[in-house]
């Protein structure tokens, strides 16, 4: 298996443009997770997906941020309008099952906003 | 909810001797502790993780150990080499919830 698959692997893009991510995760695994790291506030999770489902997003950090998921293999992350704060490095996990399940991170998203 | 703990947020030891890292969890129910090691650039990867009814688990060179009344569980890195120099975290979640807590890390760097 090829594991998490992620891209694009970097994107610069300018404040108040919109950005894309995409995440295809380990065939068979039910759960999808969004974190986000940055050296100030650590990992974060964002959002989680369950069969497709998204069961909490509270970590989401504001409206400008949304989730997908539209099948089982993949999902997309947008933010839009874009800001310099959101400037950090986007990981896609997936597990088999929710919480005791072994999650497999991605490569990850480096974002900069400029 | 969860609130992971984990000290040092840095370590440096010399080449062949061990390492000890330390997090502590808030919430009793946890069951699962897994430890990711991030190597610079790279993404977060398990290395070992144990669960609630199990006290200590090894895995070669690493080993983790579960204080369930005392709320806190260790990773020991025995014999250390310069490849084991990365960021350590350590996780917890009580299964009824999906949420992986992890702690703020520790940076390890493995003198030669």
């Known amino acids: 298996d090829a594991g998490v698959i992620q891209s694009p692997r970097h994107e610069v893009t300018e404040m108040g443009q919109e950005v894309t991510l995409r995440c295809k995760p380990i065939?068979?695994?039910?759960?999808l997770f969004w974190y986000r790291q940055t050296m100030m506030r650590g990992l974060e999770l964002l959002i989680y997906?369950?069969?497709?489902?998204?069961?909490?997003d509270s970590g989401m950090p504001e409206d400008r941020f949304s989730a997908k998921m539209p099948n089982a293999s993949f999902s997309t992350l947008k933010i839009q309008p874009s800001e310099p704060r959101d400037s950090a490095v986007y990981f896609c996990?997936?597990?088999?099952?929710?919480?005791?399940?072994?999650?497999?991170f991605g490569p990850g998203t480096r974002l900069t906003v400029l | 909810g969860e609130n992971v703990e984990q000290h040092p947020s840095t370590l440096s030891v010399q080449e062949g001797d061990s390492a000890v890292i330390k997090c502590t969890y808030s919430d009793s129910a946890s069951n699962y502790f897994p430890w990711y090691k991030q190597e610079l650039g790279k993404r977060p990867q398990l290395i070992i993780d144990?669960?609630?009814?199990?006290g200590e688990k090894k895995d070669q060179r690493i080993a983790v150990t579960l204080n369930k009344t005392a709320k806190h569980f260790s990773l020991h890195i025995t014999e250390t080499q310069p490849e084991d120099s990365a960021v350590y975290f350590c996780?917890?979640?009580?299964?009824?919830?999906?949420?992986?807590?992890f702690g703020a890390g520790t940076t390890v760097t493995v003198r030669a």
């Open positions: 065939s068979g695994h039910n759960s």
């Open positions: 144990i669960r609630s009814n199990v």
């Open positions: 997906f369950n069969n497709n489902v998204p069961i909490d």
């Open positions: 996780a917890a979640t009580n299964g009824g919830d999906y949420k992986l807590s």
């Open positions: 996990a997936s597990s088999l099952r929710p919480s005791t399940d072994t999650q497999y």
